[in-house]
């Protein structure tokens, strides 16, 4: 069967001395790997056509069971040529398309993600922020919304009086820990949560828009004086646990990503850390 589709470019691995192997995030299809053989010879039809963060349109050959499709024609769509020029913006959308391809699944309707990964691909490119740091944790709290995977950061009114501005959160079940609900297993994954980073976390929910959008940063900004750097750092780092718990993931790729994102003076560099 023939299709056609819009497509994301995730990842293009090499594939014999000419061929590539691309894998797509596609709304109707999901993820999807075509075998692009010749891709690297001179008179290829398709040079130029993709690359990493391209949005083509792409009519392949589908098969059936789990393996690689044959890709018939492809056109470039949206370039995002930006990304060729402002690194901290393509190492964030390194990030991105990385993470997607690790829990999209081929066969099933991907169109929540598409749009979500469409919409901060776009951001990225037309306005490449300054710290995308806070674009990546938007993204990560959206992505985990689609995926049916939000952590629950109600409180219980008896047990997280306000009073206790340290909250403890229990990684499997996805919620804080208290006594009127599920018990915890002895010895089961926690961390402790600052209410603050809870609230960050309701306005990262809460925000249709690519985060820092102008709005969004004018309300937590009227609350709050202006976001606190620990505050984006205590997000990271709870998003980072809660994903890797979740979602079956490396942390290295995410924890080398915010490293070299890190614009404080004190940064070690990435590579020098177990030295
Ligand atoms: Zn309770």
Excluded at 62 to 69: I, N
Excluded at 153 to 168: A, E, F, K, N, V
Aim: hydrophobic letters at 45%; proline letters at 8%; glycine letters at 4%.
């Amino acid at each position: 069967m023939i299709i056609q589709t819009q497509a994301i470019v995730l990842q293009i691995r090499p594939w014999s001395r000419t061929s590539h192997m691309v894998t797509w995030l596609t709304p109707e299809h999901g993820k999807i790997v075509t075998a692009v053989k010749g891709a690297c010879r001179p008179k290829s039809a398709f040079l130029g056509q993709y690359d990493l963060f391209y949005t083509c349109d792409l009519l392949f050959y589908r098969r059936e069971h789990d393996g690689v499709h044959a890709i018939r024609e492809c056109a470039p769509l949206v370039l995002r040529e930006p990304l060729r020029r402002a690194w901290r913006a393509a190492a964030a959308a390194a990030y991105l398309v990385d993470l997607t391809a690790r829990v999209a699944f081929g066969h099933q309707d991907a169109a929540p993600l598409f749009e979500l990964l469409t919409r901060t691909l776009d951001r990225l490119a037309d306005a490449p922020p300054d710290a995308p740091r806070e674009l990546i944790l938007w993204y990560e709290t959206h992505l985990l919304q689609r995926l049916g995977l939000l952590p629950d950061l109600t409180t219980c009114p008896y047990c997280h009086t306000p009073d206790r501005p340290w909250l403890r959160f229990s990684l499997p079940s996805g919620r804080f820990l208290c006594q009127h609900l599920a018990h915890g297993q002895p010895g089961e994954a926690s961390l402790s949560l600052h209410r603050d980073v809870q609230a960050l976390f309701r306005v990262l929910c809460q925000s249709a828009e690519p985060f820092p959008g102008a709005q969004v940063s004018a309300d937590f900004a009227s609350k709050k004086n202006h976001i606190q750097p620990n505050l984006i750092l205590g997000l990271s780092r709870f998003l980072g646990m809660f994903i890797a718990f979740h979602l079956d993931v490396p942390s290295a790729v995410r924890r080398v990503t915010f490293e070299m994102l890190d614009t404080t003076p004190t940064q070690k560099p990435a590579l020098l850390e177990n030295s």
